[in-house]
């Protein structure tokens, strides 16, 4: 498949990470957060961790926005949807991730909720064109990447009259949460965490380019290095990390140059600034509230806004608290330390929501990354020609 | 969710739409996120909608790059 097999090579990839074992100063060690569980996902399914060196250590971010949404606003859209009138339509994600009273999406519409998984915005629009006696609420999600779609699908609604059609927002902003993790990340709560340098997202940045990445590589002193989700763009993205670090310089660096420019899409950013504008405040799990950090709809497209139309209200509701999703989500605590993980926490009956995505850190894990020999990584690979 | 993928413009269609496809799987996208795109051009897709192209230019360059750093070369 072109544009993904050649940044497969197995054979290139153990070269670069022969590269990495060169560079690295053995005296010191190197601690790198990948912020998008695409990243995550890719370093399990691949096994990257085994190939660095034991001084180098992958930090599991937050960016799985299945993972970061508190229960509460899950609770809040099965509350509209179990309403006779309403439509839900949402990605498949967001179906199983387990919410109060034991209930999901996916449990709520056995109970008899109209809830439709969708692929993309375009359907719960046709779904609101083929049925104008529902009322169709699209309970959007995700980051910077699934922002313009929903903006889209505003604007076609709008277009074509659609007076049955809302959307539920959720969208939630990369650059804010990667500046709260850096701001806090030696006094918090849950405990002091070294981050060295950054993996930045791939997709997000297809959208909003590197720009907003270089003040935050400023401000903390910490090299950013935007990377593919490829293992071959992973590896030679920690590489990058690796020889900045080395050089005491903390810049932006774009190795996913291939669809990532500095500016990113103007005309998508475009399309989130006519619909959309900050929220002063937003929960994220394991993160807290975190000023403007989310987008709601701008108070012109009022009618659209599901929260105002149903006079929606968000529950304060409470994670499991046996659930290490919020240590995980800082990096803080791994996947294993949590004592559900592989319990009772598995993909199919998921009690915290980084079990429930693929891209989610315990998900991807218990997938991938269970069956991992313990202590010394297998070293075989290392006398391969 | 997060999924994204390089797909190809096989045919653009009315509306900003276009047919794309990869490895013999064919979908009906939107490409109204995206500026002036012709078939044959690689698309990043994501929940139905292009956004991005792919520079194939750069593409071979970052290869390149690789596997030139591969040989203890330029960063």
């Known amino acids: 498949m072109k544009y993904i097999d050649e940044y497969r090579d197995a054979k290139l990839v ?5 590269q990495i074992e060169a560079a690295v100063d053995p005296a010191r060690s190197y601690h790198f957060m990948e912020f998008c569980g695409g990243h995550t996902y890719a370093i399990s399914r691949y096994g990257l961790e085994d190939l660095l060196p034991s001084n180098v250590q992958m930090i599991h971010g937050p960016g799985c926005p299945i993972c970061v949404l508190p229960i509460g606003r899950i609770d809040a859209a099965i509350e509209l949807a179990i309403r006779p009138e309403i439509t839900l339509c949402t990605y498949g994600d967001l179906m199983r991730v387990p919410c109060s009273n034991g209930l999901s999406l996916l449990k709520a519409r056995s109970a008899g909720a109209d809830i439709r998984m969708v692929y993309s915005t375009l359907d719960s629009l046709s779904i609101a064109e083929a049925e104008p006696n529902r009322q169709v609420v699209f309970f959007a999600i995700g980051f910077e990447t699934t922002t313009p779609p929903t903006a889209l699908a505003l604007r076609f609604a709008i277009a074509k009259d659609l007076a049955n059609f809302s959307i539920f ?3 939630v902003l990369t650059p804010a949460a990667i500046k709260t993790i850096l701001e806090n990340s030696d006094v918090h709560p849950l405990g002091p965490i070294k981050i060295d340098g950054l993996l930045g997202p791939a997709h997000v940045s297809t959208v909003i380019g590197t720009q907003p990445f270089e003040v935050l590589a400023e401000e903390f002193n910490k090299p950013i290095v935007v990377a593919g989700f490829e293992p071959l763009d992973v590896i030679y993205s920690i590489l990058m990390l690796v020889r900045q670090v080395n050089d005491g310089v903390h810049k932006v660096e774009n190795q996913y140059i291939r669809a990532v420019t500095t500016l990113g899409n103007e005309k998508a950013k475009c399309e989130i600034a006519n619909v959309f504008e900050l929220r002063e405040s937003f929960e994220w799990r394991g993160l807290g509230a975190i000023p403007h950090s989310a987008l709601g709809l701008r108070s012109k497209y009022a009618k659209y806004d599901a929260e ?18 919020g240590a995980i989500l800082r990096g803080i605590k791994k996947p294993s330390d949590c004592k559900l993980f592989g319990k009772v926490c598995t993909p199919d009956s998921p009690m915290g929501s980084c079990m429930v995505s693929s891209e989610g850190a315990c998900a ?9 020999r313990q202590g010394k990584a297998d070293e075989s690979w290392r006398t391969v020609a | 969710m997060c999924l994204a993928l390089p797909v190809q413009v096989m045919e653009l269609l009315p509306d900003n739409m276009a047919k794309v496809g990869l490895d013999g799987i064919f979908k009906v996208i939107s490409i109204a996120l995206v500026e002036d795109v012709t078939p044959g051009d690689y698309l990043v ?19 390149a790059l690789i596997r030139e750093a591969t040989l203890g070369g330029a960063a």
């Open chain 1, 14 to 18: 153990k070269d670069i990470a022969r």
């Open chain 2, 45 to 63: 897709l994501h929940v139905g909608y292009a956004l991005a192209k792919i520079d194939t230019e750069e593409a071979q360059r970052t290869l």
């Open chain 1, 364 to 372: 991807a894990h218990w997938i991938y990354g269970r069956f991992r």
């Open chain 1, 169 to 171: 927002s959720n969208h």
């Open chain 1, 308 to 325: 105002k139309r149903f006079e929606m209200v968000t529950p304060a509701a409470q994670d499991n608290p046996a659930c290490e999703c």
